[in-house]
């Protein structure tokens, strides 16, 4: 990669012989403090191949040249009440969506996850676009992966199921759930006002399987775990309607209990295989505190 001459003289450059996390490789490179060096990763001030990078524990791989900046610099810090940045690299971007917004623009809708993240790419001069690659309802929280160019995006939507190892969700439900454990099974269609309905038997539909384990329990509400092993529209939520034990705050789906005044239903865990270093990332959040708060 080259560098222009200003760049040159803002940068210290390093060649990378053998793969490594980022911050042990500037520990281990650059003559300052730990809390500098993280500072410096925070504002924006590493590059690698000519990419802004951030995240203190990016991948490097031999034959990657790092560039450590000199000076402070002060570039726009991403800050969004409803998207949090879990990870970045040249290729991808996972995110924690907050509740209420969409994945991608819909309609005349404006406020999306896509658009801020378009926003950001922009601002910190990252030549790229956020590309969708799976989708969370509008009013499910958690984990989701955008990636950053087209041929990314195509591997990861074409390889999907191969790609991603694990994926799970936390949910309250209405009423106590008996069985700690199981798993259900049916077929899934969305009827022509697109309202996703379940059948038993093949309807043309898709086939959608949810293994499912309870994490807590009041005589009024369960808090359970949910594991996809195929990902179609609106699944937990008709699944869990169909076990009797809607998902609390569902409009669509639910049976009017809404104690958080949202819909219960959160991304917490997301386990996939980097589609170009082809290394395991795994990347989890705390169950929402305000679920964690119905079973004190």
Not at 7 to 24: I, K, M
Not at 60 to 72: I, W
Not at 142 to 150: E, I, P, R, S, T
Not at 248 to 263: A, S, V
């Amino acid at each position: 990669m080259r560098y222009s001459t200003n760049q040159q003289g803002e940068y210290d450059h390093f060649d990378v012989d053998e793969a490594s996390p980022l911050l042990e490789f500037l520990l281990g490179h650059v003559q300052q403090s730990r809390s500098k060096i993280k500072a410096t990763l925070q504002g924006q001030g590493v590059k690698v191949n000519g990419k802004t990078v951030t995240q203190f524990d990016y991948s490097l791989l031999p034959g990657m040249k790092v560039a450590f900046s000199k000076t402070k610099r002060n570039q726009q810090v991403f800050r969004s009440r409803y998207v949090r940045i879990v990870y970045e690299d040249r290729w991808l971007i996972v995110v924690e969506k907050m509740p209420g917004i969409l994945s991608m623009a819909a309609g005349h809708s404006t406020l999306n996850v896509k658009s801020i993240l378009d926003d950001y790419f922009k601002k910190s001069r990252q030549k790229c676009t956020a590309h969708v690659v799976h989708r969370l309802d509008r009013d499910t929280s958690g984990l989701m992966v955008y990636a950053k160019d087209m041929e990314t995006e195509q591997v990861l939507e074409h390889n999907w199921h191969q790609i991603v190892y694990d994926r799970r969700y936390v949910a309250v439900l209405s009423g106590e759930m008996e069985q700690d454990d199981g798993t259900i099974q049916n077929w899934l269609k969305d009827n022509k006002a697109y309202v996703t309905f379940s059948s038993p038997v093949d309807n043309g539909g898709k086939l959608a399987i949810t293994h499912f384990h309870v994490l807590d329990r009041t005589a009024d509400r369960t808090l359970a775990e949910f594991k996809l092993e195929t990902g179609r529209k609106n699944q937990i939520r008709v699944h869990a309607a169909d076990m009797g034990h809607p998902v609390c705050g569902d409009i669509k789906y639910g049976n009017g209990d809404d104690p958080l005044h949202r819909l219960c239903l959160h991304a917490w865990l997301l386990c996939f295989e980097h589609p170009w270093t082809h290394q395991p990332m795994e990347f989890e959040t705390p169950v929402p505190a305000q679920f964690r708060h119905l079973f004190k």
